[in-house]
Protein backbone atom coordinates (compact mmCIF):
# COMPACT_ATOMS: atom_id res chain seq x y z
CA UNK A 1 0.00 0.00 0.00
CA UNK A 2 1.15 3.74 -0.55
CA UNK A 3 2.60 5.39 2.23
CA UNK A 4 -0.42 8.17 2.77
CA UNK A 5 -2.59 4.53 2.86
CA UNK A 6 -0.63 3.19 5.69
CA UNK A 7 -0.24 6.11 7.27
CA UNK A 8 -3.87 6.71 7.36
CA UNK A 9 -4.45 2.68 8.57
CA UNK A 10 -1.86 3.25 11.77
CA UNK A 11 -4.54 6.63 13.37
CA UNK A 12 -7.13 4.32 12.39
CA UNK A 13 -5.89 1.21 14.04
CA UNK A 14 -4.51 3.12 17.30
CA UNK A 15 -8.01 4.38 17.53
CA UNK A 16 -9.87 1.43 17.41
CA UNK A 17 -7.29 -1.12 18.54
CA UNK A 18 -7.62 1.01 21.70
CA UNK A 19 -11.41 0.65 22.02
CA UNK A 20 -11.59 -2.87 21.17
CA UNK A 21 -9.27 -3.51 23.96
CA UNK A 22 -11.79 -2.63 26.60
CA UNK A 23 -14.75 -4.75 25.12
CA UNK A 24 -14.90 -6.35 28.32
CA UNK A 25 -15.36 -3.25 30.08
CA UNK A 26 -18.81 -1.81 28.25
CA UNK A 27 -20.54 -5.33 28.30
CA UNK A 28 -24.13 -3.52 29.61
CA UNK A 29 -25.40 -5.72 32.26
CA UNK A 30 -27.99 -3.32 33.64
CA UNK A 31 -31.61 -5.85 32.07
CA UNK A 32 -34.18 -5.28 34.11
CA UNK A 33 -35.14 -3.54 37.71
CA UNK A 34 -36.29 -6.90 39.17
CA UNK A 35 -32.49 -8.30 37.83
CA UNK A 36 -30.76 -5.74 38.77
CA UNK A 37 -32.02 -6.48 42.65
CA UNK A 38 -30.50 -9.51 41.99
CA UNK A 39 -27.42 -9.05 39.93
CA UNK A 40 -28.82 -11.19 37.39
CA UNK A 41 -28.87 -14.33 39.67
CA UNK A 42 -31.38 -17.11 38.56
CA UNK A 43 -32.34 -14.89 35.53
CA UNK A 44 -32.45 -17.77 32.66
CA UNK A 45 -34.62 -19.79 35.72
CA UNK A 46 -37.25 -17.12 36.12
CA UNK A 47 -40.27 -17.57 34.42
CA UNK A 48 -42.80 -15.20 36.21
CA UNK A 49 -41.75 -12.04 34.41
CA UNK A 50 -41.66 -10.35 30.53
CA UNK A 51 -38.20 -9.62 30.70
CA UNK A 52 -36.52 -13.67 31.70
CA UNK A 53 -36.98 -13.95 28.05
CA UNK A 54 -33.39 -11.74 27.09
CA UNK A 55 -31.55 -14.43 29.32
CA UNK A 56 -33.59 -17.47 28.34
CA UNK A 57 -36.63 -17.30 25.42
CA UNK A 58 -38.09 -21.18 27.18
CA UNK A 59 -39.03 -18.80 30.21
CA UNK A 60 -41.91 -16.80 27.90
CA UNK A 61 -43.83 -20.35 28.44
CA UNK A 62 -44.35 -19.79 32.24
CA UNK A 63 -46.21 -16.58 30.98
CA UNK A 64 -50.42 -17.26 32.41
CA UNK A 65 -51.47 -13.71 30.60
CA UNK A 66 -49.85 -10.68 28.73
CA UNK A 67 -46.80 -8.88 30.36
CA UNK A 68 -44.67 -5.93 30.27
CA UNK A 69 -41.70 -4.69 31.78
CA UNK A 70 -39.91 -1.38 31.12
CA UNK A 71 -36.63 -0.10 33.16
CA UNK A 72 -34.48 2.64 33.22
CA UNK A 73 -30.96 2.80 34.83
CA UNK A 74 -28.59 5.49 35.50
CA UNK A 75 -24.84 5.14 36.21
CA UNK A 76 -22.79 7.10 37.87
CA UNK A 77 -18.93 6.03 37.38
CA UNK A 78 -15.94 6.92 38.73
CA UNK A 79 -12.83 6.64 36.27
CA UNK A 80 -10.05 8.11 37.87
CA UNK A 81 -5.86 8.21 36.62
CA UNK A 82 -3.16 9.23 38.71
CA UNK A 83 0.39 9.71 36.57
CA UNK A 84 3.48 7.37 37.47
CA UNK A 85 5.98 8.84 35.13
CA UNK A 86 4.47 8.81 31.61
CA UNK A 87 6.60 10.06 28.69
CA UNK A 88 6.43 11.86 25.72
CA UNK A 89 6.98 10.65 21.76
CA UNK A 90 10.49 10.65 22.01
CA UNK A 91 10.72 10.12 26.25
CA UNK A 92 10.61 13.36 27.68
CA UNK A 93 8.10 14.18 30.28
CA UNK A 94 4.47 14.23 29.00
CA UNK A 95 2.69 17.10 28.81
CA UNK A 96 -1.04 17.61 30.38
CA UNK A 97 -2.55 17.01 32.99
CA UNK A 98 -1.92 14.17 34.78
CA UNK A 99 -5.04 13.91 37.26
CA UNK A 100 -7.82 13.06 35.19
CA UNK A 101 -11.87 10.90 35.37
CA UNK A 102 -12.87 9.80 32.32
CA UNK A 103 -16.09 8.83 33.55
CA UNK A 104 -19.39 10.00 32.16
CA UNK A 105 -22.77 9.54 33.51
CA UNK A 106 -25.15 7.49 31.55
CA UNK A 107 -28.50 6.16 31.01
CA UNK A 108 -29.27 2.79 29.77
CA UNK A 109 -33.00 1.40 29.24
CA UNK A 110 -34.73 -1.62 28.41
CA UNK A 111 -38.13 -3.02 27.80
CA UNK A 112 -39.96 -6.60 27.48
CA UNK A 113 -43.41 -7.71 25.84
CA UNK A 114 -44.50 -11.72 26.43
CA UNK A 115 -48.01 -12.96 25.98
CA UNK A 116 -49.55 -16.49 25.79
CA UNK A 117 -51.02 -17.91 22.61
CA UNK A 118 -52.90 -21.27 23.99
CA UNK A 119 -51.47 -23.39 26.38
CA UNK A 120 -48.48 -24.54 24.43
CA UNK A 121 -46.70 -21.50 23.13
CA UNK A 122 -45.89 -18.08 23.62
CA UNK A 123 -44.13 -15.16 22.23
CA UNK A 124 -42.33 -12.30 23.18
CA UNK A 125 -40.13 -9.20 22.14
CA UNK A 126 -37.80 -7.20 23.96
CA UNK A 127 -35.56 -3.59 23.10
CA UNK A 128 -32.55 -3.41 25.15
CA UNK A 129 -28.68 -2.23 25.12
CA UNK A 130 -26.45 -5.05 25.73
CA UNK A 131 -23.13 -3.40 24.70
CA UNK A 132 -22.27 0.15 25.48
CA UNK A 133 -19.88 2.32 26.66
CA UNK A 134 -19.27 6.68 26.86
CA UNK A 135 -15.95 8.36 27.80
CA UNK A 136 -14.32 11.47 27.44
CA UNK A 137 -11.66 13.40 29.09
CA UNK A 138 -9.98 17.28 28.83
CA UNK A 139 -8.54 17.74 25.63
CA UNK A 140 -5.22 18.63 27.49
CA UNK A 141 -4.35 15.44 29.79
CA UNK A 142 -1.48 13.43 28.82
CA UNK A 143 -3.37 10.25 27.29
CA UNK A 144 -4.64 12.31 24.75
CA UNK A 145 -3.06 10.64 22.29
CA UNK A 146 -4.12 7.06 23.71
CA UNK A 147 -7.73 8.19 24.12
CA UNK A 148 -9.78 11.33 24.04
CA UNK A 149 -13.73 10.30 23.42
CA UNK A 150 -15.25 6.70 23.32
CA UNK A 151 -18.52 6.07 22.86
CA UNK A 152 -20.21 3.06 21.93
CA UNK A 153 -24.30 1.89 21.43
CA UNK A 154 -25.06 -1.73 20.49
CA UNK A 155 -29.10 -2.31 20.40
CA UNK A 156 -31.20 -5.02 20.33
CA UNK A 157 -34.49 -5.92 19.29
CA UNK A 158 -35.50 -9.23 19.86
CA UNK A 159 -38.36 -11.56 18.96
CA UNK A 160 -38.55 -14.82 20.34
CA UNK A 161 -41.26 -17.55 21.18
CA UNK A 162 -41.69 -20.49 23.64
CA UNK A 163 -43.15 -24.12 23.68
CA UNK A 164 -44.64 -26.23 26.54
CA UNK A 165 -43.45 -29.95 25.87
CA UNK A 166 -44.77 -30.83 29.29
CA UNK A 167 -45.94 -29.34 32.32
CA UNK A 168 -42.25 -28.94 33.53
CA UNK A 169 -40.33 -28.56 30.36
CA UNK A 170 -40.32 -25.84 27.67
CA UNK A 171 -38.11 -24.48 25.06
CA UNK A 172 -37.84 -21.23 23.10
CA UNK A 173 -35.83 -19.73 20.63
CA UNK A 174 -35.24 -16.18 19.39
CA UNK A 175 -33.76 -14.25 16.46
CA UNK A 176 -31.89 -10.99 17.01
CA UNK A 177 -31.71 -7.83 15.16
CA UNK A 178 -28.26 -5.89 16.60
CA UNK A 179 -27.50 -2.32 15.19
CA UNK A 180 -24.21 -0.87 16.32
CA UNK A 181 -23.06 2.41 16.29
CA UNK A 182 -19.03 3.80 17.22
CA UNK A 183 -17.33 6.96 17.52
CA UNK A 184 -13.69 6.97 18.79
CA UNK A 185 -11.40 9.95 19.07
CA UNK A 186 -7.73 10.19 19.75
CA UNK A 187 -5.48 13.36 19.70
CA UNK A 188 -2.41 12.69 16.85
CA UNK A 189 0.93 14.07 18.07
CA UNK A 190 1.72 16.01 15.09
CA UNK A 191 4.53 18.30 16.85
CA UNK A 192 6.44 14.80 16.76
CA UNK A 193 5.80 14.13 13.68
CA UNK A 194 6.80 17.63 12.39
CA UNK A 195 10.00 17.98 14.13
CA UNK A 196 10.89 14.59 12.90
CA UNK A 197 10.30 14.90 9.40
CA UNK A 198 11.76 18.86 8.94
CA UNK A 199 14.23 17.95 11.24
CA UNK A 200 15.89 16.03 8.71
CA UNK A 201 15.39 19.01 5.83
CA UNK A 202 18.78 20.78 5.79
CA UNK A 203 19.34 23.83 7.13
CA UNK A 204 15.80 24.40 8.12
CA UNK A 205 15.62 26.99 11.25
CA UNK A 206 15.66 24.97 14.69
CA UNK A 207 13.55 27.72 15.96
CA UNK A 208 10.63 26.66 13.92
CA UNK A 209 10.69 23.32 14.36
CA UNK A 210 7.33 22.32 16.65
CA UNK A 211 7.74 21.25 20.24
CA UNK A 212 6.99 16.88 20.27
CA UNK A 213 3.72 16.30 22.32
CA UNK A 214 2.56 19.85 22.50
CA UNK A 215 -1.07 19.99 22.85
CA UNK A 216 -1.05 23.00 20.58
CA UNK A 217 0.70 21.19 17.49
CA UNK A 218 -1.65 18.15 18.25
CA UNK A 219 -4.12 17.07 15.60
CA UNK A 220 -7.32 15.34 16.30
CA UNK A 221 -8.46 11.76 14.65
CA UNK A 222 -12.12 10.65 14.35
CA UNK A 223 -13.81 7.50 13.69
CA UNK A 224 -17.24 6.93 13.12
CA UNK A 225 -19.41 3.97 11.75
CA UNK A 226 -22.10 1.80 12.19
CA UNK A 227 -23.70 -1.57 10.81
CA UNK A 228 -27.27 -3.72 11.21
CA UNK A 229 -26.33 -7.37 11.59
CA UNK A 230 -28.38 -10.51 13.04
CA UNK A 231 -27.75 -13.15 15.47
CA UNK A 232 -29.99 -15.69 17.32
CA UNK A 233 -30.93 -16.75 20.58
CA UNK A 234 -32.25 -20.64 22.39
CA UNK A 235 -32.83 -22.06 25.78
CA UNK A 236 -34.05 -24.67 27.75
CA UNK A 237 -36.32 -24.45 30.94
CA UNK A 238 -37.25 -27.09 32.72
CA UNK A 239 -38.99 -27.53 36.88
CA UNK A 240 -37.60 -30.60 37.99
CA UNK A 241 -39.77 -30.08 41.57
CA UNK A 242 -42.36 -27.88 42.96
CA UNK A 243 -40.20 -24.94 43.39
CA UNK A 244 -37.48 -25.80 41.90
CA UNK A 245 -36.74 -24.02 38.61
CA UNK A 246 -33.25 -24.69 36.30
CA UNK A 247 -32.69 -22.85 33.15
CA UNK A 248 -30.16 -22.31 30.06
CA UNK A 249 -30.09 -19.62 27.35
CA UNK A 250 -27.79 -18.94 24.93
CA UNK A 251 -26.72 -15.69 22.73
CA UNK A 252 -24.97 -16.08 19.04
CA UNK A 253 -22.04 -14.06 18.47
CA UNK A 254 -23.32 -11.48 16.24
CA UNK A 255 -20.51 -9.69 13.56
CA UNK A 256 -20.35 -6.31 12.83
CA UNK A 257 -18.71 -4.39 9.39
CA UNK A 258 -18.68 -1.05 10.79
CA UNK A 259 -18.98 1.23 8.05
CA UNK A 260 -17.64 4.56 8.34
CA UNK A 261 -15.07 7.28 7.87
CA UNK A 262 -11.95 8.81 9.59
CA UNK A 263 -11.62 12.52 9.47
CA UNK A 264 -8.32 13.63 10.95
CA UNK A 265 -8.55 17.87 11.58
CA UNK A 266 -5.66 20.08 12.97
CA UNK A 267 -6.26 22.14 16.20
CA UNK A 268 -6.16 25.84 16.14
CA UNK A 269 -2.98 26.26 16.91
CA UNK A 270 -1.70 23.47 14.64
CA UNK A 271 -3.67 25.21 11.69
CA UNK A 272 -1.76 28.76 12.39
CA UNK A 273 1.85 26.71 12.50
CA UNK A 274 1.67 24.81 9.12
CA UNK A 275 -0.09 27.65 7.74
CA UNK A 276 3.54 30.04 8.53
CA UNK A 277 5.80 26.97 7.21
CA UNK A 278 8.01 27.95 3.78
CA UNK A 279 7.71 23.82 3.35
CA UNK A 280 4.76 21.53 3.31
CA UNK A 281 4.58 18.87 5.36
CA UNK A 282 4.04 15.38 2.78
CA UNK A 283 0.53 15.09 4.76
CA UNK A 284 -2.24 17.40 4.04
CA UNK A 285 -5.19 18.20 6.52
CA UNK A 286 -8.13 17.97 7.39
CA UNK A 287 -8.03 14.63 5.92
CA UNK A 288 -11.37 12.49 4.97
CA UNK A 289 -11.58 8.99 3.93
CA UNK A 290 -14.20 6.54 4.21
CA UNK A 291 -13.54 2.82 5.60
CA UNK A 292 -14.69 -0.30 7.56
CA UNK A 293 -13.62 -2.45 11.05
CA UNK A 294 -14.80 -6.19 11.67
CA UNK A 295 -16.86 -6.41 15.19
CA UNK A 296 -18.05 -8.76 16.52
CA UNK A 297 -20.74 -9.24 19.72
CA UNK A 298 -19.55 -12.40 21.77
CA UNK A 299 -21.25 -15.55 22.18
CA UNK A 300 -22.72 -16.18 25.60
CA UNK A 301 -24.43 -18.78 27.91
CA UNK A 302 -26.95 -18.17 31.04
CA UNK A 303 -27.03 -20.33 33.37
CA UNK A 304 -29.64 -20.06 36.30
CA UNK A 305 -31.17 -21.43 39.10
CA UNK A 306 -34.14 -20.87 41.81
CA UNK A 307 -35.21 -22.60 44.98
CA UNK A 308 -38.42 -21.17 46.90
CA UNK A 309 -38.04 -21.74 50.71
CA UNK A 310 -41.76 -21.98 52.05
CA UNK A 311 -44.17 -19.32 50.72
CA UNK A 312 -41.82 -16.14 51.09
CA UNK A 313 -38.66 -17.34 50.35
CA UNK A 314 -36.10 -17.66 46.92
CA UNK A 315 -33.15 -18.29 46.59
CA UNK A 316 -31.62 -17.58 42.92
CA UNK A 317 -28.26 -18.65 41.43
CA UNK A 318 -26.77 -17.51 38.24
CA UNK A 319 -23.25 -18.22 35.87
CA UNK A 320 -22.91 -16.26 32.63
CA UNK A 321 -20.13 -17.66 30.49
CA UNK A 322 -18.49 -15.42 27.39
CA UNK A 323 -16.86 -16.20 24.97
CA UNK A 324 -14.42 -13.44 24.57
CA UNK A 325 -11.54 -15.69 23.24
CA UNK A 326 -13.65 -15.56 19.59
CA UNK A 327 -12.45 -11.70 19.74
CA UNK A 328 -8.68 -12.51 18.22
CA UNK A 329 -8.18 -9.51 16.07
CA UNK A 330 -9.65 -6.37 14.10
CA UNK A 331 -9.46 -5.80 10.33
CA UNK A 332 -9.62 -2.46 9.37
CA UNK A 333 -10.00 -2.41 5.66
CA UNK A 334 -9.41 1.30 4.00
CA UNK A 335 -9.25 2.74 -0.19
CA UNK A 336 -7.16 1.35 -2.65
CA UNK A 337 -7.36 -2.08 -0.62
CA UNK A 338 -5.23 -0.69 2.13
CA UNK A 339 -5.60 -3.21 5.26
CA UNK A 340 -4.61 -3.39 8.81
CA UNK A 341 -4.46 -6.75 11.49
CA UNK A 342 -4.29 -6.10 14.75
CA UNK A 343 -3.82 -9.37 16.92
CA UNK A 344 -6.17 -9.46 19.90
CA UNK A 345 -5.37 -12.03 22.61
CA UNK A 346 -8.45 -12.29 25.24
CA UNK A 347 -9.69 -14.95 27.59
CA UNK A 348 -13.26 -16.57 27.85
CA UNK A 349 -15.11 -14.84 31.38
CA UNK A 350 -17.11 -15.94 33.66
CA UNK A 351 -19.83 -13.79 35.85
CA UNK A 352 -20.99 -15.81 39.16
CA UNK A 353 -23.82 -14.40 40.88
CA UNK A 354 -26.08 -15.26 43.93
CA UNK A 355 -29.78 -13.95 45.13
CA UNK A 356 -31.98 -13.81 47.64
CA UNK A 357 -36.02 -12.32 47.48
CA UNK A 358 -38.44 -12.49 50.45
CA UNK A 359 -41.50 -11.45 49.58
CA UNK A 360 -43.21 -9.89 53.04
CA UNK A 361 -46.75 -9.44 51.77
CA UNK A 362 -48.49 -9.22 48.40
CA UNK A 363 -47.44 -5.11 48.29
CA UNK A 364 -44.04 -5.66 49.16
CA UNK A 365 -41.04 -8.09 48.00
CA UNK A 366 -37.36 -6.98 49.23
CA UNK A 367 -34.63 -9.07 47.43
CA UNK A 368 -30.01 -8.66 47.76
CA UNK A 369 -27.61 -9.82 45.08
CA UNK A 370 -23.92 -10.24 44.44
CA UNK A 371 -21.80 -10.86 41.44
CA UNK A 372 -18.21 -11.74 40.83
CA UNK A 373 -17.24 -10.32 37.03
CA UNK A 374 -13.94 -11.29 35.64
CA UNK A 375 -12.10 -9.22 33.15
CA UNK A 376 -11.14 -10.37 29.81
CA UNK A 377 -8.66 -8.67 28.93
CA UNK A 378 -5.56 -10.00 31.05
CA UNK A 379 -2.64 -8.47 29.52
CA UNK A 380 -3.87 -5.36 27.29
CA UNK A 381 -4.83 -2.76 29.77
CA UNK A 382 -6.42 0.81 27.91
CA UNK A 383 -7.67 3.76 29.35
CA UNK A 384 -10.78 3.63 27.12
CA UNK A 385 -12.84 2.32 30.36
CA UNK A 386 -12.19 0.48 33.63
CA UNK A 387 -11.01 -2.78 32.72
CA UNK A 388 -10.61 -5.34 35.83
CA UNK A 389 -12.50 -8.27 37.85
CA UNK A 390 -15.32 -6.40 39.75
CA UNK A 391 -17.58 -7.10 42.55
CA UNK A 392 -21.30 -5.67 42.70
CA UNK A 393 -23.82 -5.69 45.18
CA UNK A 394 -27.04 -4.96 45.07
CA UNK A 395 -30.15 -3.78 47.14
CA UNK A 396 -33.84 -3.90 45.85
CA UNK A 397 -37.40 -3.90 46.32
CA UNK A 398 -41.16 -4.00 44.54
CA UNK A 399 -44.07 -2.00 45.53
CA UNK A 400 -47.29 -4.01 44.22
CA UNK A 401 -50.09 -1.03 44.69
CA UNK A 402 -52.97 -2.68 46.30
CA UNK A 403 -55.99 -4.65 43.47
CA UNK A 404 -53.75 -3.62 40.21
CA UNK A 405 -51.85 -5.53 38.20
CA UNK A 406 -48.72 -2.95 38.18
CA UNK A 407 -45.46 -3.81 40.13
CA UNK A 408 -42.89 -0.95 40.96
CA UNK A 409 -39.27 -1.84 40.93
CA UNK A 410 -36.62 -0.08 42.01
CA UNK A 411 -32.84 -1.63 42.68
CA UNK A 412 -29.22 -0.07 43.61
CA UNK A 413 -26.32 -1.43 42.92
CA UNK A 414 -22.93 -0.27 43.51
CA UNK A 415 -19.36 -1.99 41.50
CA UNK A 416 -16.31 -2.33 43.10
CA UNK A 417 -13.72 -2.29 40.57
CA UNK A 418 -10.25 -3.53 41.43
CA UNK A 419 -7.02 -0.81 41.03
CA UNK A 420 -5.09 -1.11 38.14
CA UNK A 421 -1.71 -0.17 36.85
CA UNK A 422 -1.62 0.80 33.07
CA UNK A 423 1.38 1.02 31.18
CA UNK A 424 -0.04 1.37 27.86
CA UNK A 425 2.51 2.78 24.68
CA UNK A 426 0.80 4.10 21.59
CA UNK A 427 1.86 2.80 17.92
CA UNK A 428 0.36 4.92 15.56
CA UNK A 429 2.69 8.12 16.07
CA UNK A 430 5.76 5.80 15.18
CA UNK A 431 3.80 3.95 12.55
CA UNK A 432 2.92 7.08 11.03
CA UNK A 433 6.67 8.70 10.75
CA UNK A 434 7.61 5.28 9.45
CA UNK A 435 5.24 5.59 6.65
CA UNK A 436 5.88 8.81 5.63
CA UNK A 437 9.94 9.20 5.85
CA UNK A 438 10.59 5.20 5.64
CA UNK A 439 13.02 5.34 8.60
CA UNK A 440 11.79 2.76 11.60
CA UNK A 441 11.76 4.67 14.97
CA UNK A 442 10.84 4.06 18.21
CA UNK A 443 8.26 7.05 18.35
CA UNK A 444 5.07 7.27 20.49
CA UNK A 445 4.21 8.44 23.81
CA UNK A 446 3.66 5.98 27.19
CA UNK A 447 1.00 5.89 29.53
CA UNK A 448 1.94 5.02 32.62
CA UNK A 449 -0.23 5.23 35.95
CA UNK A 450 -2.59 3.86 37.99
CA UNK A 451 -6.88 3.59 37.82
CA UNK A 452 -9.20 3.46 40.42
CA UNK A 453 -12.51 3.69 39.17
CA UNK A 454 -16.32 2.17 40.77
CA UNK A 455 -19.53 3.28 39.84
CA UNK A 456 -23.08 3.49 40.94
CA UNK A 457 -26.45 2.45 39.40
CA UNK A 458 -29.91 3.38 39.86
CA UNK A 459 -32.71 1.45 38.70
CA UNK A 460 -36.20 2.27 38.49
CA UNK A 461 -38.94 -0.21 36.57
CA UNK A 462 -43.07 -0.71 36.10
CA UNK A 463 -44.24 -4.12 35.49
CA UNK A 464 -47.87 -5.02 34.88
CA UNK A 465 -49.69 -8.59 33.86
CA UNK A 466 -53.17 -8.93 33.05
CA UNK A 467 -55.32 -11.21 34.90
CA UNK A 468 -55.38 -14.87 32.67
Known amino acids: MGRR ?3 IAALVAGIVWSAGASAGGFQVTELCTRCQGLRNAGGAAMNDHAAGQYFNPASLAGLEA ?10 DGSFKFKDRGSTGAFGQPAVGSGSEDGAEPAAVGAMYYGQPINDRWSWGASVNIPYGLETGYNRGWMGR ?7 LMIVQLNPSIAFNVTDRFSIGAGWVIEYAEATLTNAVDFGAVGAAILGQIPNFPPALLPTPSDPQFDAYARVRGDDVSFGYTAGLHWE ?3 GTKLGVGYRSKIEHRLDGSLRIGPSDGLRDYLD ?3 VELPVALPLDVGGTADVDSPTSVWLGATQKFGERWTVALGATWTEWSSFDEIVIELPEDAEIVQPEDWDDSWRYSAGVEFELNQQWTFRAGYEYDETPAQDVLTPRVPDADRDWLALGFTWKPFASPLA ?3 AYSHIFIDDYNINDREPFTSDLLESLTGIENDAGSTLTGEYEADADIFSLGIRWELAP
Open 240 to 242: PLD
Open 5 to 7: HLS
Open 408 to 410: VDF
Open 276 to 278: GLP
Open 145 to 151: YHADRSE
Open 66 to 75: PAFDLSGHYI
